[in-house]
């Protein structure tokens, strides 16, 4: 038995492609494709998938039914994140959508997914992404103040449901922890954060999120060992697809 990680699978087979980025970038070239036949060549059905956010573009559940149906088609268990295009999945109902997809689909948001004697925490995060203020030589001289300030408030809610969710865990008897994210763990530029000080708290392994598309964007975040914690970026381009495994 083994975890799998990979995010932004960004489908849209009910509904409108919204990031039309996504339709010049060869990587992104019939993807959907590959995500299947790469999970069916590495996943028994005995693993876990965690699927860290971007799902589907549709915004409500018809729309993106298909996208659903598509992933419960993947080998393996399934334990989804949010992500900031998941418009179906409404935080506050994660609990009926885990009764309706109860044995095929979980879905982790104020909960925790047991594995073996791991809990697997998360939720999807914030990050901070500008527009900042950069001078002729590129030093950044400052950014939107508004903007940053209104980061930070959905920080500090991402916060609150990421330590219910380690609270949960931790109340059951869980001692160990793997922490999944939507968004990387810190803003550009950034080493630390509420969400790397919360993972150092509990004693995490891993923090792993997705989110960062394109080469340019890769290196937002932390990546490897840092403090004693492993970093990883599971984007879909960024892996090209093949789901990352985590833990053996
Ligand atoms: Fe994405
Ligand atoms: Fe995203």
């Given amino acids: 038995m083994s975890i799998y990680a990979l995010g932004d699978l960004h489908l849209h087979f009910g509904c ?77 109902k994660t609990a009926e959508l885990n009764r309706r997809f109860q044995g095929r689909l979980f879905f982790l948001q104020n909960n925790y ?13 914030y990050t901070f992404e500008g527009p900042f203020y950069v001078s002729r030589s590129g030093r950044i001289t400052g950014w939107d103040r508004e903007e940053a300030g209104h980061a930070e408030k959905l920080v500090e809610r991402e916060l609150e449901r990421l330590r219910i969710s380690f609270e949960a865990a931790r109340a059951d008897g869980f001692r160990k922890f793997i922490v999944f994210l939507h968004y990387p763990p810190t803003s550009i530029l950034e080493k ?26 890769f290196h937002d975040s932390l990546m490897g060992k840092y403090r004693g914690i492993e970093y990883r970026l599971v984007s879909g381009d960024y892996l090209r697809w093949q789901p990352l495994c985590i833990r053996k």
């Fill in 16 to 92: 409108e492609l919204k990031a039309k980025a996504q339709m010049h970038d060869p990587v992104w070239r019939e993807h959907e494709q590959r995500v299947m036949s790469n999970c069916v060549r590495t996943l028994s059905d005995r693993d876990v998938l965690v699927l860290a956010g971007d799902h589907s573009f549709g915004r409500n559940m018809e729309a993106c039914g298909p996208d659903l149906q598509f992933i419960m088609a993947l080998p393996g268990r399934k334990v989804l994140i949010r992500g900031n295009h998941d418009m179906f999945w409404d935080a506050k």
């Fill in 113 to 125: 997914y047991a594995y073996e004697d791991t809990a697997l925490v998360g939720t999807k995060g």
């Fill in 192 to 217: 630390e954060s509420g969400f790397t000080r919360m993972a150092e708290e509990y004693g995490a392994e891993q923090v792993v999120y997705a989110h960062c598309h394109g080469e340019t964007r």
